[in-house]
Each structure stands twice: as C-alpha cells, then as structure tokens.
C-alpha cells in the first residue's frame, strides 16, 4: 500500500508551499537558483498570468509521513490543441526527493489527468507557453544553474525513464568565452554585410527608445521560431503582459537592434547580466535587500545570459548574426563580461546554434522533456 498520498493545492497557503519546496528541497546546493516567489505565485493567477485565459491546470503536492515530499503541476493548452492539433497534458514545476514511490505517485497523478480529459500522452517537464522554462537537465548538474533553465537531480531523469517517460524533445545550452579582440577580417566582414544589405545597428538613450520596436521583436521571434512543430505564436495577451513586466528590467546597453534602410527591425537579440547569484543571495525575494544584490549584479559582472534572439528569414543565413554578435562583444567589453552562456535552444534548431560557431562554444548544459502515450483511457 502506498504511503504516498497527493493533495491538489488549493489554498494561498498550499500554493506558498508548493512555491517553495524546491527551495527546501536544494537549499544546500550551489546550483540551484530559486525563482522569484512572487512570480512564481502569480503564474498561477489569471489577472498576471495571460496563458490562463486558453489553458486550465492544477499543482498538487505530495505528502509522505505528514512531509512535503514533491510536487507537479498538471496543463492543457487549448490554444496548442486549436492552432496546431496538438492534444497533450503537460506537466512541470515538478520536484521531488530521492524516493521512487513519491515521483511514481506524481506521475500517476498527470495519467489521470489525462484520462480524465480522454487525451493519450503527457509530456514534461514544461510550462504553459514557449517563454516558460522547459526541459529536465541531464547534462550539467555541476552548472550553476540561470534564471531561464530549469534545475533538478542527477536522479530526476532516472526516476522517469525507469516509469516508461521516453525523450520527446531536448535543448543544448552552451558557455562561450569571449576572446580580448576580435579578428580585424570580422570586422570587414560585419562592414560588408551592412553596406551590401543596408543595414544598421540602432542605438538607443534611454529605455522608452526601445519600447516603439517591442511589437516588432514579438513579430521576429513569431516569424525566427514559426518553422519549428513546437511552437505556437505569442498572443495579444501575452505581448502586453511581457512588455509591462520583463521590458523594464532589461537594460538598454545589452540589447541589439538592427534595421534595414527603411528603419524596419529585421533582427534583435537581448543578453543581461547573469542574475543567479543575486537570486541565490536574495532566497527569491526583492525586500527587504534582495534589490541590493540585484542592483550590484547589474552594474558589475563577468557572466552574462544570452535570452532572446530573433533574425528575419530573408536575412537567415546571410552574416547578420556577425554582426549582433560583435555589438554584443563590444558591449561586454566595456561591462567587463568575460561569459557568455546561452539559452536553451532545440538541438534541431541549427539556424540559431550557428551564431556561437566561430567562438568555441562549449556545451555544457543538456534537457529534454520525457512522454509517455497512455493506453487503455
């Protein structure tokens, strides 16, 4: 008989817990960066979080010994199913100790869900849209861990094969030490590039320079990632959602943007400093000095993240991501970046991979999302 039992959250105080078990459960290791509680929290309310308006989901938490012992949330995106045929349950925020009774119990608890919605697979570890964190690591254990990727155990992926999950999809991640100097050919190459196609790095004063070109950002990473089975375009919703929170912290010096001569965006990319120190230093909180160490990290580091990336198909393939890349090389010269470390980007996906090429970029991160088809429903 299983002592195992699952509860579904139901309470502000049941979804604090389930927001902070992962904290307990790796407040011991030097990897682990935690999210920000209160954005984790809003996630799951629907004024914050625009994915609620086409998608239902649940959190549970698993209790062994009258001990909080895991955790799993449990998705369907509506939108997913309509615009791409796509019919699955997805799980993720899933945690759990060392126990394969506890990871088989909330396994089991996203099959029944599933049944219980009469659809045949799950997939995970994912969150409701493409911008949310997805994929269980496999690689990289000993990597501190980004405010993007998701950490877990070595024994995570164990516990989930040994149940039956298969790998449906898996990211690479990569670390790219910037050199002292570029080579004066890519130099040339990047002045070539520009004149031939008529191109230009726009330079930006202050942040509200920035916020004209957001909707054509959205508009390039819709039109970069479109080709790929996965993904489902940005809504409405979601624009408005991302502008007003995420926009504001980014810091104009880390973004690039270059037009044509008509002044159209045609490609974009935005690196930050690396804040997961910060946050290790914080516990997840702003208040009362989590902005101290967040402020600290934004104006001295030698780590940043590379987050978004968007290029026009009919500028793939044709030098522009040499040109991005030495205005990202010139700003963390001047911020004193020494690494760069990439977000996670489909193994598949080699159009992007590209870009790290000529840098001797080393892969020292790997996730994937597990599934399983559900028989007998």
Same mark, same amino acid.
């Given at each position: 008989m299983s002592t195992v039992s699952i509860i579904e959250v139901k309470t502000p105080g049941q979804?604090?817990?389930? +927001?902070?078990?992962?904290?307990?459960?790796?407040?011991?290791? %030097?990897?682990?960066? %935690?999210?920000?509680i209160n954005d984790e929290i809003n996630i799951w309310n629907a004024d914050e979080n625009p994915a609620l308006q086409y998608s239902e989901a649940k959190q549970y938490l698993a209790y062994k010994n009258n001990k909080i012992v895991g955790r799993i949330a449990v998705l369907i995106n509506h939108k997913e199913e309509k615009e791409l045929g796509i019919r699955k349950v997805r799980f993720g925020w899933i945690d759990f100790i060392?126990?394969?009774?506890?990871?088989?119990?909330?396994?089991?608890k996203a099959i029944d869900y599933a049944k219980e919605k009469n659809i045949d697979k799950i997939e995970g570890p994912?969150?409701?849209?493409?911008?949310?964190?997805?994929?269980?690591?496999?690689?990289?254990?000993?990597?501190?861990?980004?405010?993007?990727?998701i950490y877990n155990h070595d024994y995570y992926p164990k516990h989930l094969e040994k149940l039956g999950l298969v790998k449906e999809k898996e990211w690479v991640e990569f670390e790219i030490k910037f050199p002292d100097s570029l080579p004066e050919k890519i130099h040339k190459f990047n002045q070539l590039i520009s004149e031939k196609y008529k191109l230009k790095v726009l330079r930006f004063?202050?942040?509200?320079?920035?916020?004209?070109?957001?909707?054509?950002?959205?508009?390039?990473?819709?039109?970069?990632?479109?080709?790929?089975?996965?993904?489902? %375009?940005?809504?409405?919703?979601?624009?408005?959602?991302?502008? $007003?929170?995420?926009?504001?912290?980014?810091?104009?010096?880390?973004? +690039?943007?270059?037009?044509?001569?008509?002044?159209?965006?045609?490609?974009?990319?935005?690196?930050?400093?690396?804040y997961s120190r910060a946050l290790q230093k914080s516990g997840g909180k702003l208040l009362p000095f989590g902005w101290w160490h967040f402020l600290r990290a934004g104006k001295k580091n030698d780590r940043a993240n590379f987050y978004l990336i968007g290029i026009h198909p009919d500028y793939q393939r044709r030098g522009v991501t040499s040109i991005i890349f030495k205005e990202i090389f010139d700003t963390f010269k001047k911020k004193g970046v020494k690494t760069l $470390?990439?977000?996670?980007?489909? $193994? $598949?996906?080699?159009?992007?991979?590209?870009?790290?090429?000529?840098?001797? %970029?080393?892969?020292?991160?790997?996730?994937?999302?597990?599934?399983?088809e559900i028989n007998g429903k």
């Open positions: 979804l604090k817990q389930f +927001v902070r078990f992962p904290m307990d459960l790796y407040k011991n290791n %030097p990897y682990y960066v %935690p999210s920000f060392d126990d394969e009774e506890v990871s088989q119990a909330l396994i089991q994912m969150g409701f849209t493409n911008l949310d964190k997805a994929g269980m690591l496999i690689k990289g254990f000993d990597q501190l861990a980004t405010m993007i990727g004063k202050t942040k509200e320079e920035i916020l004209q070109y957001v909707d054509a950002m959205f508009d390039l990473l819709d039109e970069t990632y479109k080709h790929l089975s996965t993904y489902t %375009p940005i809504s409405d919703e979601q624009r408005k959602t991302y502008k $007003e929170k995420y926009f504001k912290l980014i810091d104009k010096d880390f973004i +690039v943007c270059i037009a044509d001569e008509n002044n159209n965006l045609i490609s974009f990319a935005i690196t930050m400093p690396s $470390e990439t977000n996670p980007e489909l $193994e $598949e996906n080699k159009s992007i991979q590209l870009l790290w090429q000529d840098y001797n %970029p080393v892969n020292h991160k790997r996730r994937r999302t597990y599934s399983l």
